[in-house]
């Protein structure tokens, strides 16, 4: 039945729209004293148009709830994880809050899984409501920028899964190394992205894992190269300086991994260096942390990287952490840190803990290595 446009039709006017944005209530008694002295052509009409907003009204909330629900999805991925936190700046103002309350602020050592405020979640009913005056574009809109926090995610496990693949006290296969080196430029790309993902990333321990890759001889220089861009990426945006306080695990983690309260006074080269020396070799059985077991730290980065057996690999890395460690030093047009010549020099992040120390053997046989070849 189609709509006659002739038909001149009389709204009553309590069913005129007004200012008020929601639809207000008409009785049944009221209803029926308007429809009264309509005739049957024009109850029709009525009839028809009243049921062709029914089904438009019920499309789009089908519509709209399929964005709730691919909303609620993909936070639910980072949620169950404890990762949701780092989801707030993406999402509009409104949102972010309420992700907030959703989110501990206990400290590092509690339960990673622990709950927000007043045991609140994110059921669907949660959701709904949190959405109730958005559109399923708005919503649309608000999933994807989650995307790459999901991308980051699925991208870091299946590192994992590729790096300990078959028998972990053996070397990577060569066969798998381009596979390693293509999801280290991956996370890396996605680390430099912004400082949530990187943030992210860090709450995932990839700090330790990229560091145990480089540690344990069991990839190639390809892959300890990419890994080390990976850190450099991780650790550039100094979480441990300026993190939030739903970010207390990275500051943590980050703080830990410069060592920035190592007591120095405890400190025994001698065996550091024998520790640092034995590092090769070891297989992949130290990638994943164990419970309980400290986490490889900047001094084994940097100290694996300036002991590896081959001049030219050690040559590389080296000059590779000189010119990261000078990007604090020069200004943003020369590829550096700082906006202008007022702007402050950050402290150097290799100059805490053991990596003072640690790296003054390796650069002095470096140096003299430098002497002898210009002789």
């Known amino acids: ?8 039709f009389q709204v009553p006017e309590a069913l005129k729209p007004t200012r008020n944005a929601k639809d207000t209530r008409v009785t049944l008694v009221d209803l029926s004293n308007f429809l009264t002295d309509l005739s049957t052509a024009d109850l029709e009409d009525v009839k028809w148009f009243a049921e062709s907003v029914v089904k438009v ?20 991925c980072l ?3 404890n990762l949701h936190r780092y989801l707030l700046t993406s999402q509009p103002e409104r949102v972010s809050r309420w992700l907030l309350l959703r989110t501990s602020m206990d400290e590092v050592n509690k339960d ?7 045991g609140l979640g994110i059921s669907q009913q949660e959701v709904e409501v949190l959405f109730t005056d958005e559109t399923a574009d708005d919503i649309n809109r608000c999933s994807d920028k989650i995307e790459p926090f999901l991308t980051a995610l699925e991208v870091r496990d299946r590192l994992t899964e590729v790096c300990l693949k078959g028998d972990q006290s053996q070397r990577c296969p060569h066969d798998v190394d381009p596979k390693v080196v293509e999801l280290l430029i991956k996370l890396t790309e996605l680390a430099e ?12 321990d990839t700090l330790h894992f990229a560091t145990a890759m480089v540690r344990s001889g069991a990839f190639s220089q390809a892959v300890t190269s990419d890994a080390s861009k990976l850190i450099m990426a991780l650790i550039g945006y100094r979480v441990h300086e300026n993190a939030r306080d739903y970010e207390k695990l990275c ?12 007591d120095l006074a405890s400190f025994n080269l001698e065996a550091a260096r024998v520790h640092l020396h034995n590092s ?12 309980n077991s400290p986490a490889d730290t900047v001094a084994e980065w940097v100290g694996s990287l300036l002991t590896r057996c081959v001049d030219f690999d050690r040559g590389e890395m080296l000059d590779a952490l000189i010119k990261y460690d000078e990007r604090r030093i020069l200004l943003d047009g020369e590829g550096g840190d700082r906006k ?17 120390v640690e790296t003054t053997i390796p650069a002095q046989r470096e140096r003299c290595t430098l002497q002898l070849l210009k002789r």
Not at 193 to 204: D, G, K
């Open 1 to 8: 039945m189609q709509a006659d446009s002739s038909v001149k």
């Open 57 to 76: 009204e019920s499309e789009l909330r089908l519509v709209w709830k399929k964005a709730v629900q691919r909303w609620r999805g993909r936070v639910a």
């Open 79 to 81: 949620y169950n994880r």
């Open 112 to 118: 990673d899984a622990s709950i927000g405020l007043l």
């Open 193 to 204: 992205r912004c400082r949530e993902l990187a943030c992210m990333l860090i709450h995932e």
């Open 251 to 262: 500051r943590q983690r980050v703080a830990d991994y410069l060592e920035i309260n190592f």
């Open 280 to 291: 090769d070799g070891r297989g992949r059985h130290g990638l994943v942390r164990q419970a």
């Open 340 to 356: 202008d010549e007022n702007y402050p020099v950050a402290v150097s992040l290799f100059s805490f803990g053991r990596t003072i």
